[in-house]
């Protein structure tokens, strides 16, 4: 069971550049989040889905962009990379069904900007 | 917006002694969770609560929801150094629709041999 997988694993940017990151999962989980996380921050939620084709921003969704054309995949985009967003992204589903099930998370894509 | 204050931020104890992390908040939740998470990887949970006052028991670890369910609390009897990791409580809102999950800061613990 590969779970939630994040591709790439570790990546470095120049500030300006642009990338997307890439979150797939093969358990048929409707919700999926991505997050970032920093030394002494937490998780921070930047955007998040309900599903296939619908999007919504979470608590700090500036600088990034997300799509969900498929309900196994969700992309992260960074239009204009800058240095503020050197931070570890983690990227989580969770399936439809009603109560307080968990997250699965993948295990993070760390990206440097330069 | 919801707020989960978790203390310590930082422990290191030796190994066998026993320890409490704290996981505290304003607000109401639908539930709480904890999570682990180990270095290069994601977070795993750990347990959830969602009944005021309930106690859970995993192994040598203890969860408690508070009673009014804006606090918990997760104790560690005789610590091991496997133990050693980053501790996370994240509240959930089942109402919102969404799931989302509003996580405290961390707790890294640090287990001596």
């Known amino acids: 069971n590969a779970g939630v997988t994040q591709t790439p694993k570790f990546r470095v940017l120049k500030t300006g550049q642009s990338m997307t990151l890439l979150c797939a999962q093969d358990m048929n989980h409707e919700y999926m989040y991505w997050y970032r996380q920093d030394p002494g921050m937490g998780l921070r939620l930047i955007h998040y889905s309900v599903g296939e084709g619908t999007t919504a921003k979470g608590e700090v969704p500036d600088g990034y962009n997300v799509s969900r054309l498929k309900k196994q995949n969700f992309l992260l985009g960074l239009e204009s990379a800058a240095p503020s967003q050197t931070s570890v992204y983690f990227c989580?589903?969770?399936?439809?069904?009603?109560?307080?099930?968990?997250?699965?998370f993948g295990d993070g894509t760390r990206l440097s900007i330069l | 917006t919801q707020l989960l204050e978790q203390s310590p931020q930082f422990l290191s104890i030796q190994e066998g002694e026993n320890l409490t992390v704290y996981c505290n908040s304003s607000?109401?939740?639908?539930?709480l969770q904890w999570y682990r998470q180990e270095p290069g990887e994601g977070p795993v949970l750990l347990v959830t609560?969602?009944?005021?006052?309930e106690v859970k028991k995993l192994k040598r670890l203890t969860f408690q929801f508070g009673d009014a369910r804006k606090d918990s609390s997760l104790h560690i009897t005789a610590a091991q150094p496997g133990d050693t990791g980053l501790y996370l409580c994240a509240g959930g809102d089942s109402g919102a629709g969404s799931y989302q999950l509003t996580f405290g800061k961390g707790t890294k613990l640090s287990v001596i041999p």
């Open positions: 989580a589903s969770r399936p439809h069904r009603a109560g307080d099930q968990p997250q699965h």
């Open positions: 609560v969602v009944t005021g006052g």
């Open positions: 607000s109401v939740f639908s539930s």
